[in-house]
């Protein structure tokens, strides 16, 4: 089993930056995909940016292209978010994950760990 713990989450003004890391409990995530999701209150968990097993395919949501990087570490084990450029609306707990595949889909079905999750609070 792969347990997952994320980090780096808080209170931050519009446009301000900050950097979430994730890190896996198990080398054998490393062959893995892995992603953040958020989740906004009242709204549904949707894909925000995923990468592959070797980091070299990337994939962000629409909304996030140009600000948000995601990076991964093998050695380590820790999938990093980093966040520049922040608005009110990517206020939610944003969680990582890890694929069941070696790359990273934009369905939350095609994940089998799940950290708790970091609340990320972007004032106006």
């Known amino acids: 089993q792969v347990l997952l713990e994320e980090s780096g989450g808080g209170l931050v003004q519009a446009g301000g930056s900050l950097r979430l890391a994730c890190t896996a409990s198990?080398?054998?995530?490393?062959?893995?995909?892995m992603a953040w999701f958020r989740q906004a209150p009242g709204k549904e968990r949707e894909f925000v940016a995923g990468i592959s097993w070797n980091g070299a395919i990337t994939r962000y949501e629409d909304s996030v292209k140009g600000r948000f990087t995601i990076l991964r570490d093998r050695a380590s084990s820790t999938m990093y978010l980093q966040m520049n450029n922040l608005k009110p609306e990517d206020t939610a707990v944003y969680y990582c994950?890890?694929?069941?595949?070696?790359?990273?889909?934009?369905?939350?079905?095609?994940?089998?760990?799940w950290g708790q999750g970091t609340q990320v609070t972007v004032s106006s």
């Open positions: 994950a890890t694929a069941r595949s070696a790359v990273a889909g934009v369905s939350a079905t095609g994940y089998n760990y």
């Open positions: 198990a080398r054998t995530s490393s062959n893995n995909g």
